[in-house]
């Protein structure tokens, strides 16, 4: 079997989309005839635990670690609270934002380029160099963000003849919260400059989007393609139903993701109708913003709202499969036109109705048309938004609320797994 090397940071026992795809990966890479072998930190300060994926880990899998010091556990000391929010993304808004959290921006976005792994890749390139020369690896694999992972890949591929392949689950300079970092200019040039080297050193580039790959495609003439993420389940229409007509988001509500558009719609439709007003539930599974939350509550949704908080994956997929409608939410701007949420793929593989709200330009849109798996909304299609939810508590009165959707099977693990193996065989 060919060897390939993998460099990660997170696996299990990370919680969280970040993990998923390359845990996948490694699981049906060795169907192909390839031999994965990972290579992460070993005291990593994962902002999300779930332990509930380590059974999913072959024994078989080699797994190198090795120690990591990370920025985020002395920050703790400040403010434990504040570190937190900071590492899984949950930035306030600049107005809102006290003395430490700015402080804490600042530091992080202008003393830790391209982000707070960076101390990680000297130990590891002097490690792994020694690993690829004993056991004669000549493929490997680095997958961001964090983006530090790929300056491992850049400084192996300078010292040994390896085929070195990028992996970009989201972009890096265009990434949404990048322009929340407080970056001076010397910072923002260095992220650019240690881009465009990572870009134009790589063998292959793999991205998960196609706005990903036409962003890319202006900063360099390196190969790329589009592997999407994807679903890792079988899929069935025998899921229990919640009772309630219940509307369910999986995963972080940041203060961007924040639709004041469906709060409002929401709002007129309990406040017009008893039985709509009985029937409706919100559930939110995974980390919310404060900023979020508050706004719901504004528009007199508050007794309407299960928050869950973060739980397992296993939990979040039943969740998803007991929902009427699954809620997706992309923030309004130009960087996330380049984000399709891991989650869409295991929403759609649930079979129940999608509501979508992004931006204009957004292959989230294709995929749910193409699939047939629900509806897109932009964020100035409120009667469009309202018509739908009345149609679909309708349905969902007299049971026949459902998604008639179709070809999902592309968007499978394994098959996306196989499109991997080719790219690495070549």
């Not at 993990?19 to 031999?35: A, E």
């Not at 779930?50 to 920050?75: G, R």
């Not at 900023?291 to 528009?299: A, K, L, Q, R, T």
Request: glycine share 4%; charged share 20%; net charge positive.
């Amino acid at each position: 079997m060919k060897k390939v090397l993998i460099i990660t940071y997170y696996w299990p026992p990370a919680g969280g989309p970040g993990v998923q795809r390359w845990l996948k990966f490694v699981k049906y890479l060795p169907d192909f005839g390839i031999q994965p072998i990972v290579y992460c930190p070993e005291n990593p300060n994962y902002p999300t635990l779930d332990p509930s994926l380590e059974s999913e880990v072959n024994s078989k899998i080699t797994v190198l670690k090795t120690p990591i010091n990370e920025p985020y556990k002395w920050a703790q000391l400040f403010s434990k609270s504040k570190t937190d929010h900071l590492s899984k993304g949950l930035i306030s808004n600049q107005k809102k934002q006290s003395i430490l959290e700015k402080g804490l921006l600042f530091i992080r976005g202008n003393f830790f380029i391209p982000d707070a792994r960076v101390s990680w890749v000297r130990p590891s390139v002097s490690f792994l160099s020694d690993y690829i020369k004993v056991h004669q690896i000549d493929t490997i694999i680095t997958t961001g963000p964090p983006h530090s992972l790929h300056l491992i890949g850049l400084k192996l591929k300078q010292l040994h003849p390896v085929r070195w392949i990028a992996d970009f689950r989201d972009p890096w300079t265009q990434i949404g919260y990048h322009k929340k970092l407080m970056l001076s200019s010397f910072a923002k040039k260095k992220h650019q400059t240690l881009e465009a080297t990572v870009l134009n050193a790589a063998d292959e580039l793999v991205v998960t989007s196609l706005q990903t790959k036409q962003l890319f495609s202006k900063l360099t003439n390196t190969a790329i393609t589009v592997i999407t993420n994807g679903f890792d389940f079988e899929i069935t229409n025998s899921s229990t139903l919640d009772s309630k007509f219940t509307l369910s988001h999986i995963g972080s509500l940041l203060e961007g993701r924040n639709p004041q558009i469906l709060w409002k719609v929401l709002s007129n439709l309990v406040k017009e109708s008893t039985e709509f007003s009985s029937a409706f539930q919100l559930n939110l599974i995974g980390s919310v913003s404060s900023n979020v939350m508050d706004s719901i509550g504004s528009f007199g949704l508050e007794n309407h709202i299960q928050n869950h908080g973060y739980v397992s994956h296993t939990d979040a997929l039943e969740f998803q499969k007991n929902a009427q409608l699954l809620l997706l939410i992309e923030e309004n701007s130009k960087e996330t036109e380049y984000i399709i949420p891991g989650k869409l793929f295991e929403y759609m593989a649930s079979k129940r109705p999608i509501i979508a709200i992004g931006p204009n330009t957004s292959d989230i849109e294709k995929i749910i048309n193409q699939t047939n798996s629900g509806t897109y909304f932009r964020y100035d299609n409120e009667d469009l938004l309202r018509t739908t939810l009345r149609a679909h508590f309708e349905a969902f009165k007299t049971q026949q609320l459902r998604a008639n959707s179709k070809g999902l099977e592309m968007y499978s693990r394994k098959f996306l797994t196989k499109q991997l193996a080719k790219k690495i065989l070549t």
